[in-house]
């Protein structure tokens, strides 16, 4: 029997496919032929040949210009210096891969120069180097532990509110740092305190409502005056215009950074590529998860996302068999549920109108103190209660229009932004309206702010101690009773929470300008809501049944955050165009100062040359240039994006001709076995009809008579 040589199919390596009975002259034409065959070969052949009819054509017609790189369909792996350098765990490859990217390294060391060698060595050290910093650094940043627990036993949805917390945390610490830079240290050194004595009628109640020595303390605007630094380009009016212009600029960049980043991951993620059910079992796993029970709940996680996307396709199913019938009921109902939510929402809104009159034309020195503070809170006592009660009955009422689970989440979602920029915006609306006459209105709506501030960090506390932990208590003490099982679980509400902390930074934006340090009062209170809500969810809540999806929301969180900057803008600019009647008597812009006063001054001080290039860049004729700036850059980001989008689509291709590859291989590999247990058959019964045959032969036998 002929020996059998090893086929080197390394991708299907079993025991029956170890052996095969080609010789290796025979093997290797096989080899040959399968690479010829191969649908990623014939493709690169059929694209090779329109290039070569491409390239013939041009030369007819005077040939590509010198340097033109044509790709010949294969896509440019870009420098070796670069690749060699990265880390071999930062490599996409298997582990084989990466000991074979080693040795080839090792090779290169020992064949290269010593300079090259000793500054590839300084190169792959230096990175080293700053990614343990990067760790290190990482390490430092607050509550990474707490994150960590919550990531292990509630998901990466729970921990991302945490971390968003923490971002508008470092946000309004940026923010206390420009309040300190520009408007209290020059304070300090050059204004007064002459009048920050606690006075005869000042009381405790004043802490609350914002009256008496808080109103003239460096709390509100009230408090700044222009003071000994009154130089014409440098003076507080000034100072404090520049410190709230760059609280407002530098959030604009921040907050679309992270807009801009978070919708190009989506786009990416979400519109060109299809998440379909192999990447939601095979790339599913959380790998940060720490104990068995977590590791249970996220196989629960990973199933109930499945079923969402079973019910998803069923739903897309169900809606493409609707009859016309039942369209309109369906449409008809919609329209019924979305005039139910606008009644609530003018409702809402009458209600905050409401409160705000009778906050302001009721006298609170005419009733008792207790009842003067619940006046004077009134507004955000209203305000607070509808933005807690309405976003649920908008789940409920999207859970009847028939919409898809993705759909009812957005919508709920949706509407529940309107509800809190729309309530904001028309109680600003109504505080402007009845504080126009008023003879420090800055100082008047900046109160309004801060009461907000207060009351919705007090609503937080409450919510925590008297809802959220009683209800724990009540299903620990008694699970089997009808309140505890009406009651049911509590669910962290991710959505619903990051809203809230939304809205928090939308009035501290808002009120910066009235009161230069809501951000520091800002800090304290997020940095007591990340305690409270830590309390809250590893004490009182349990793990949501369904996933949700953070990637696909935190943009829409961001978007609303710069809309909320956008009506702090809009707010200030309103401020700034309409003046008080009564003339501004208090803050920095006093005795008929006003903004285009102080800037006006300040320019007319200037030298000539700096007074004609400042006219220059506020004139039309600056105007062209810009626009064409802006059309450069905007082409060369266009050309960039379609340039990335033709490699993202060759890339696609290539990994969809690299399974036909496969299973091309897999269909050859399974022939190949047949033939061979085939030819096996026939060769064992050549040799069976071959081998002689051993008769038994019995000797004659003599029969004696």
Request: charged residues 15%; proline residues 4%; glycine residues 6%.
């Amino acid at each position: 029997m002929e020996d059998r040589d090893t086929v080197t199919l390394m991708r299907l390596m079993s025991v029956d496919s170890i052996h095969s009975s080609l010789s290796s002259d025979s093997c290797e034409y096989y080899q040959t032929e399968i690479f010829d065959q191969l649908p990623s070969i014939q493709a690169s052949r059929h694209e090779q040949n329109r290039q070569g009819v491409l390239e013939a054509s041009e030369a007819n017609q005077g040939g590509p210009e010198p340097g033109e790189n044509i790709s010949h369909g294969h896509l440019s792996r870009g420098p070796k210096d670069k690749a060699s350098t990265r880390p071999l765990r930062n490599l996409v490859m298997c582990i084989q891969g990466k000991r074979d990217a080693r040795d080839r390294r090792k090779m290169q060391i020992s064949n290269i120069g010593f300079w090259d060698s000793w500054r590839r060595s300084q190169s792959i050290n230096r990175k080293r180097v700053m990614a343990q910093m990067g760790g290190a650094l990482k390490g430092l940043l607050p509550w990474q532990q707490t994150l960590r627990t919550i990531n292990g036993r509630f998901g990466v949805g729970v921990k991302a509110y945490f971390v968003f917390l923490r971002y508008l945390v470092f946000l309004n610490l940026l923010h206390c740092a420009l309040i300190s830079g520009f408007i209290l240290g020059p304070t300090a050194f050059y204004g007064s305190s002459a009048h920050l004595k606690y006075g005869g009628n000042d009381s405790v109640l004043d802490f609350f409502l914002g009256s008496g020595y808080l109103d003239r303390s460096p709390v509100f605007f009230g408090f700044y005056t222009p003071g000994s630094l009154n130089l014409p380009c440098l003076n507080t009016p000034l100072l404090y215009l520049a410190g709230i212009l760059s609280i407002l600029f530098l959030s604009l960049i921040m907050v679309v950074r992270r807009t801009v980043v978070g919708y190009k991951h989506t786009w990416i993620l979400g519109k060109r590529y299809s998440v379909n059910v192999s990447y939601k079992i095979f790339c599913g796993w959380d790998f940060s998860i720490q104990d068995r029970a977590s590791a249970t709940l996220k196989r629960s996680f990973i199933r109930n996302d499945l079923k969402l996307f079973l019910e998803e396709q069923s739903f897309s199913l169900r809606e493409a068999q609707r009859t016309l019938q039942q369209k309109a009921r369906l449409y008809l109902l919609r329209f019924i549920l979305n005039l139910l939510v606008l009644s609530l929402l003018g409702g809402a809104f009458y209600l905050i109108y409401f409160a705000t009159t009778t906050s302001q034309t009721k006298s609170t020195s005419e009733h008792h103190w207790m009842v003067s503070l619940v006046l004077q809170y009134l507004p955000p006592i209203t305000i607070t209660f509808v933005n807690l009660f309405l976003p649920h009955m908008f789940r409920k009422i999207s859970s009847f229009e028939d919409y898809s689970f993705t759909t009812q989440v957005n919508a709920t979602l949706v509407r529940s932004i309107f509800l809190k920029l729309a309530s904001l915006g028309i109680y600003l609306f109504f505080v402007f309206d009845q504080t126009k006459n008023h003879s420090c209105r800055e100082n008047k709506f900046g109160r309004e702010m801060y009461k907000l501030c207060n009351f919705n960090f007090l609503a937080t506390l409450c919510n925590a101690f008297l809802l959220s932990y009683p209800r724990k208590l009540l299903q620990e003490k008694y699970p089997s009773s009808l309140l505890a099982r009406l009651l049911g679980k509590q669910h962290f509400l991710i959505p619903f929470n990051v809203l809230d902390l939304v809205y928090s930074q939308t009035v501290s934006w808002v009120g910066v300008y009235y009161c230069p340090l809501l951000p520091l009062i800002g800090t304290v209170t997020l940095i007591a809501t990340y305690y409270i809500k830590k309390f809250t969810v590893l004490r009182c809540c349990v793990a949501e049944q369904r996933m949700f999806r953070g990637s696909s929301s935190s943009v829409l969180f961001h978007f609303m955050l710069l809309l909320g900057l956008l009506m702090a803008a809009v707010t200030l600019g309103f401020n700034f165009w309409i003046p008080n009647t009564n003339g501004s008597s208090c803050g920095p812009f006093r005795n008929g100062g006003s903004l285009f006063n102080v800037t006006g001054e300040c320019v007319a001080r200037l030298p000539s040359s700096a007074q004609t290039a400042l006219r220059y860049l506020s004139s039309e004729a600056f105007a062209l240039p810009l626009i064409l700036a802006e059309v450069i850059i905007l082409t060369s980001y266009v050309s960039r994006g379609r340039a990335n989008q033709k490699a993202i689509e060759r890339l696609k291709d290539m990994l969809v001709l690299s399974s036909s590859d496969k299973r091309f291989l897999v269909k050859q590999h399974a022939t190949m076995l047949r033939r061979q247990k085939n030819t096996g058959k026939v060769r064992a019964a050549a040799t069976t009809e071959d081998t002689p045959r051993n008769h038994l032969t019995v000797p004659p036998s003599t029969h004696t008579n």
